[in-house]
């Protein structure tokens, strides 16, 4: 009997439920309560506008009576509300935002539909533009280019042969004037923008 199990127990294998325990087994539970198919569905009000600070208690008569008095007003003395309400009151003048850089006006921003009450700002720095050359004066157009962009011989001849185009930028006026002399006297036509 002893031999019979030793010889059980050494050429037995130990099945998987032995190995790892009882199996998990899961039936399917819904999670939910199944609704009544005869329930009708509730209906919500939603209001009109939402207000996250909830809902404010009317306007006072004073309140309303002043709205009516300021709405019965002519247009030009309604615009002087709000300049004289923000003195009397003493609230801070808002900000100016620089807009130096945007291109606002093209995009149709902040200043699209305000008249330009601002003088224009004198100009101070400048581009030359070689606008067009005479092809027996080429090499002396090339010679100038050189002189003043401090380009090889390969990229001034490049810049001159796509003609227009910009050859300096950001210069002041006089430097400008000078190079459009120089250009004009090698037989080319350049201009200042």
Request: with cysteine; aromatic share 4%.
């Amino acid at each position: 009997m002893k031999l019979v199990r030793l010889v059980k127990a050494v050429c037995a294998r130990p099945s998987i439920r032995e190995i790892m325990g009882p199996l998990q087994v899961r039936t399917f539970q819904h999670d939910f309560v199944p609704r009544d198919p005869n329930a009708k569905p509730k209906r919500f009000k939603y209001p009109q506008v939402y207000d996250p600070y909830g809902p404010r208690p009317p306007p006072s008569d004073k309140v309303v009576e002043l709205a009516e008095r300021i709405a019965a007003l002519p247009p030009e003395e309604r615009r002087q509300i709000g300049p004289t309400l923000t003195e009397r009151l003493r609230h801070p003048k808002m900000q100016v935002i620089a807009d130096e850089g945007m291109d606002l006006d093209a995009q149709g921003g902040a200043g699209a539909g305000a008249p330009k009450a601002e003088e224009k700002k004198e100009k101070t720095a400048f581009d030359v533009k070689l606008e067009k050359f005479d092809a027996a004066a080429k090499i002396k157009v090339i010679k100038e280019v050189r002189a003043f962009t401090n380009l090889g011989l390969k990229e001034a001849k490049e810049l001159v042969e796509k003609a227009p185009v910009i050859l300096k930028q950001g210069i002041t006026k006089d430097e400008a004037n000078d190079i459009m002399e120089k250009i004009k006297a090698a037989g080319g036509v350049a201009v200042m923008e």
